[in-house]
């Protein structure tokens, strides 16, 4: 037993057992000693506040608590106490669901990139401000794009709702995704510009005036972002549009938060510029009761009146045209999302079918995953290859890397260097198979009740699956004598992770890419098993709901607002 001496609501020596003991466990003997409620008790060593939600798993030795270590208690009123546990709690959740938020956007984005058919009934496409579809380059790059997509909806949806603390940290990790992809590629898309937008905009309601200086990085790369996706002076977004005015909301809140950081930066000639720029936006965007009703006498609903006239300029029959074109654009996707809905189900009920009659070749394919424009590696032509000589694993990836072009494909295998390249990147794609399947095995042992450590000291020792439960129905110390050759295997599978990283360094195919391809049903069946539906279908649900339109319908009532509280503050400021 070890030794702590309490001072503060008791005093004197408490006997712990520093590694058994964790901080809940020295609160209540606190507590108990004090004659008060463990909520009202405040925990504090070296000066540091002892929280429970330190880690409850770690004890009180690997929080860095030593034998005759002097802790402070203090009382705090049980009200204080259960209120800064609830918003511990409220943290821990917050963060849990970010952390849930992050990894199905991954898996997300994962599985409409890596080769495999998508589970979801939508799909993912880019789209440049006359609608035509972006062709995305490596898989890496339609990795990085769909999860950015994905966390931007999620974003924008907490926006909506007011939630701008948590719409900031999705927002953080979208633009974090953004950046993996290929910057020529985004040079022809507007997300970038208008998510950091957003993001400063939550720094604006949430009054966060510390981030000022990265708030006015962000608008500078906003802005650039903006002309290089619409043009100078937008004349390419104007011609896309066919002379519509679709950004013009965005730009009034750009400017407006342009015309705050300047004046909180103390630079009130800018602010004035920028803050007169969006009133004028502001002025052009308020809808005549006159012309919302000869548009909504149409048919149309007012907020749908009101979003047109904003994009056409007041227009009547601009405004009409365009929800016209916008009615019959969403019945074409309803028709296509109806074929998707189709072909998947076609895909997972009758594949097994008739994989049955046509051998082994429907499997092959599976094995091999698909090209990026998502075409199976063509079997015959695969089968010429491998007729002058080459391996069959190698020549497949070098078609599915082609697209299928057999002289493309010829080329990279008789040159040393691609045909090295993508020895190394089978090589990889197998290691990281073998050690999927290790960590499935040790999820398998956990479940059913072992602790992890000896579960992974068991499975790296190697053997049979009966030699691996025998070894976990040991005592723990003769599982201990036997500790060197687990940490003989630990060492080598360390050693592949090593390899696996040097590899993907040295990979021109990108990190990520084809990740997926080859693995076998077990692996298939474990990966949806772990999948977080309910995280996944919030996600499904953001993309399903957007439209190509939705980032620039803005309602700028609060927008309005702040032009006029900015403007004012500007008059009655000093003369610089």
């Given at each position: 037993?070890?030794?702590l001496?309490?001072?503060?609501t008791w005093?004197g020596?408490?006997?712990?057992?520093?590694d058994?003991?964790?901080i809940?466990?020295?609160?209540d003997?606190?507590?108990?000693?004090?004659?008060?409620?463990?909520h009202?008790?405040?925990?504090i060593?070296?000066g540091?506040i002892l929280k429970d939600?330190?880690?409850?798993?770690?004890?009180?030795?690997q929080?860095?608590?030593k034998?005759?270590a002097k802790?402070?208690?203090?009382r705090?009123?049980?009200e204080e106490?259960?209120?800064?546990k609830n918003?511990?709690?409220?943290?821990?959740e917050?963060s849990?669901r970010?952390?849930?938020?992050?990894?199905?956007?991954?898996?997300?984005?994962?599985?409409?990139?890596?080769?495999?058919?998508p589970?979801?009934d939508?799909n993912?496409?880019?789209?440049?401000?006359s609608?035509?579809?972006?062709?995305?380059?490596s898989?890496?790059?339609?990795?990085?794009?769909?999860?950015?997509l994905?966390?931007?909806?999620?974003?924008?949806?907490l926006i909506?709702?007011?939630?701008y603390?948590?719409?900031l940290?999705?927002?953080s990790?979208?633009?974090e995704?953004?950046?993996?992809c290929?910057?020529k590629?985004?040079?022809?898309?507007?997300?970038?510009?208008?998510?950091?937008?957003?993001?400063?905009?939550c720094y604006?309601?949430?009054?966060?005036?510390?981030?000022?200086?990265?708030a006015?990085k962000?608008l500078?790369?906003a802005?650039?972002g903006?002309?290089?996706a619409?043009?100078?002076n937008l004349?390419r977004?104007r011609?896309?549009?066919?002379?519509?005015?679709?950004?013009?909301?965005?730009h009034?809140?750009?400017?407006l938060?342009?015309?705050?950081?300047a004046y909180?930066?103390?630079?009130f000639e800018?602010?004035r510029v920028?803050l007169t720029?969006?009133?004028?936006?502001?002025?052009?965007?308020?809808?005549?009761?006159?012309t919302?009703?000869a548009?909504?006498?149409m048919?149309?609903?007012?907020?749908n009146?009101?979003?047109a006239?904003?994009m056409?300029?007041q227009?009547?029959?601009?405004?009409?045209?365009l929800?016209?074109?916008e009615?019959?654009?969403?019945?074409q996707?309803q028709?296509e999302?109806?074929?998707?809905?189709?072909?998947?189900?076609?895909?997972?009920k009758?594949?097994?079918?008739?994989?049955d009659?046509?051998g082994?070749?429907?499997r092959e394919q599976?094995?091999?995953g698909?090209?990026?424009l998502?075409k199976?590696v063509d079997?015959?032509?695969?089968?010429?290859?491998?007729s002058?000589?080459f391996?069959r694993?190698?020549?497949?990836e070098?078609?599915?890397?082609n697209?299928?072009?057999?002289?493309?494909?010829?080329d990279?295998?008789?040159k040393p260097?691609t045909?090295s390249n993508?020895?190394?990147?089978?090589?990889?794609k197998?290691r990281k198979?073998?050690?999927?399947?290790?960590n499935?095995?040790?999820e398998?042992?956990?479940q059913?009740?072992f602790e992890r450590?000896?579960v992974?000291a068991?499975?790296e020792?190697?053997?049979?699956p009966?030699?691996?439960m025998q070894?976990?129905?040991?005592?723990?110390?003769?599982a201990?004598?036997?500790?060197?050759?687990s940490?003989?295997a630990?060492?080598n599978v360390?050693?592949?992770d090593v390899?696996?990283?040097?590899?993907?360094?040295?990979?021109d195919?990108?990190?990520?890419?084809g990740e997926g391809?080859?693995?076998?049903?077990?692996s298939s069946?474990s990966?949806?098993s772990e999948?977080?539906?309910?995280?996944e279908?919030?996600?499904?649900?953001?993309?399903?709901?957007?439209?190509a339109?939705?980032?620039?319908?803005?309602e700028?009532?609060?927008?309005?607002?702040?032009?006029?509280q900015y403007?004012?503050m500007?008059d009655?400021?000093p003369p610089q």
């Amino acid at each position: 037993m070890e030794k702590l001496r309490i001072g503060g609501t008791w005093v004197g020596v408490l006997d712990v057992e520093l590694d058994n003991w964790n901080i809940p466990m020295l609160r209540d003997e606190v507590a108990k000693r004090s004659n008060c409620n463990p909520h009202s008790i405040n925990l504090i060593c070296a000066g540091r506040i002892l929280k429970d939600h330190d880690d409850p798993t770690r004890n009180l030795t690997q929080l860095g608590i030593k034998n005759n270590a002097k802790i402070l208690s203090t009382r705090i009123s049980v009200e204080e106490g259960q209120s800064i546990k609830n918003q511990i709690m409220a943290e821990e959740e917050r963060s849990r669901r970010l952390s849930r938020l992050k990894a199905a956007a991954t898996a997300l984005a994962g599985r409409h990139a890596d080769g495999s058919l998508p589970v979801e009934d939508f799909n993912i496409e880019v789209e440049d401000q006359s609608g035509k579809k972006v062709q995305l380059g490596s898989e890496t790059d339609q990795r990085a794009v769909m999860m950015g997509l994905m966390l931007d909806a999620n974003g924008k949806r907490l926006i909506r709702q007011g939630n701008y603390k948590d719409a900031l940290e999705v927002l953080s990790m979208g633009e974090e995704a953004f950046s993996l992809c290929d910057s020529k590629v985004l040079e022809l898309i507007d997300n970038v510009p208008i998510l950091q937008i957003n993001m400063v905009w939550c720094y604006f309601m949430l009054r966060d005036i510390s981030s000022l200086s990265e708030a006015g990085k962000r608008l500078e790369m906003a802005r650039d972002g903006l002309e290089r996706a619409h043009g100078k002076n937008l004349l390419r977004l104007r011609l896309l549009q066919g002379g519509r005015f679709p950004e013009l909301a965005l730009h009034l809140r750009l400017e407006l938060l342009e015309g705050v950081v300047a004046y909180h930066s103390g630079q009130f000639e800018k602010a004035r510029v920028a803050l007169t720029c969006a009133k004028a936006k502001f002025a052009r965007l308020q809808v005549s009761d006159e012309t919302l009703s000869a548009v909504m006498q149409m048919g149309f609903r007012e907020g749908n009146a009101k979003r047109a006239l904003r994009m056409t300029n007041q227009d009547v029959g601009g405004a009409i045209d365009l929800l016209l074109e916008e009615k019959a654009k969403k019945r074409q996707k309803q028709m296509e999302d109806i074929e998707r809905r189709n072909e998947i189900w076609l895909y997972y009920k009758l594949v097994p079918i008739l994989s049955d009659y046509v051998g082994e070749s429907v499997r092959e394919q599976k094995q091999y995953g698909v090209t990026p424009l998502k075409k199976p590696v063509d079997i015959p032509r695969l089968d010429e290859l491998v007729s002058i000589g080459f391996e069959r694993e190698l020549a497949a990836e070098a078609l599915r890397r082609n697209e299928n072009d057999s002289d493309k494909a010829l080329d990279d295998l008789t040159k040393p260097e691609t045909n090295s390249n993508l020895q190394d990147y089978i090589e990889s794609k197998k290691r990281k198979k073998q050690k999927q399947d290790i960590n499935s095995e040790i999820e398998r042992y956990v479940q059913m009740g072992f602790e992890r450590s000896r579960v992974v000291a068991a499975v790296e020792g190697g053997g049979t699956p009966d030699e691996i439960m025998q070894r976990l129905m040991m005592p723990q110390s003769e599982a201990a004598a036997n500790s060197s050759a687990s940490a003989s295997a630990s060492h080598n599978v360390a050693g592949s992770d090593v390899e696996n990283q040097d590899v993907n360094k040295n990979n021109d195919v990108g990190e990520g890419e084809g990740e997926g391809e080859g693995e076998d049903a077990s692996s298939s069946s474990s990966s949806d098993s772990e999948r977080d539906v309910e995280m996944e279908d919030e996600i499904s649900a953001d993309i399903a709901s957007s439209d190509a339109l939705a980032d620039y319908d803005i309602e700028v009532n609060i927008e309005g607002e702040a032009i006029t509280q900015y403007l004012a503050m500007l008059d009655s400021a000093p003369p610089q």
